[in-house]
């Protein structure tokens, strides 16, 4: 097998890389590491993202592998969500991301208050 090399434009690892690196995809498998949710759950957890981002979204999670969709004969049908085995491998790295955010958010902001002043 060819050893993968994201810098070429043809290596398919830049799918996976253009869905963990989507700030949808952070915070949704942020909220599903703690348990299934169902979909408006989601979407009330997660102030401004659309229904159509929300499912475009959970499409393209579960079509990787990093998701799985669950529906139930009730009327009308509930459908759950859930982080598969494959989705935890990456919570942690994820998490990381989404704290260093947290923590940096302030120099962050300074810099670009400094790059707007001189530009």
Avoid at 54 to 59: A, D, G, I, V
Avoid at 92 to 111: C, K, P, Q
Wanted: aromatic share 6%; hydrophobic share 40%; with cysteine.
């Amino acid at each position: 097998m060819k050893i993968p090399n994201p810098y070429a434009a043809t290596c398919p690892t830049r799918l996976v890389l253009d869905r963990v690196a989507d700030k949808w995809t952070v915070l949704i498998l942020g909220l599903l590491a703690n348990g299934p949710m169902r979909f408006n759950q989601l979407r009330r957890q997660i102030e401004g993202l659309s229904q159509k981002m929300l499912s475009q979204t959970l499409k393209s999670l579960e079509r990787d592998g990093l998701i799985s969709r669950k529906a139930f004969p009730t009327v009308p049908v509930t459908v759950e969500y859930s982080i598969t085995p494959l989705g935890q491998t990456l919570t942690s790295t994820l998490d990381a991301l989404r704290t260093w955010a947290e923590s940096h958010i302030g120099e962050v902001l300074d810099a670009q208050k400094r790059y707007d002043t001189v530009a």
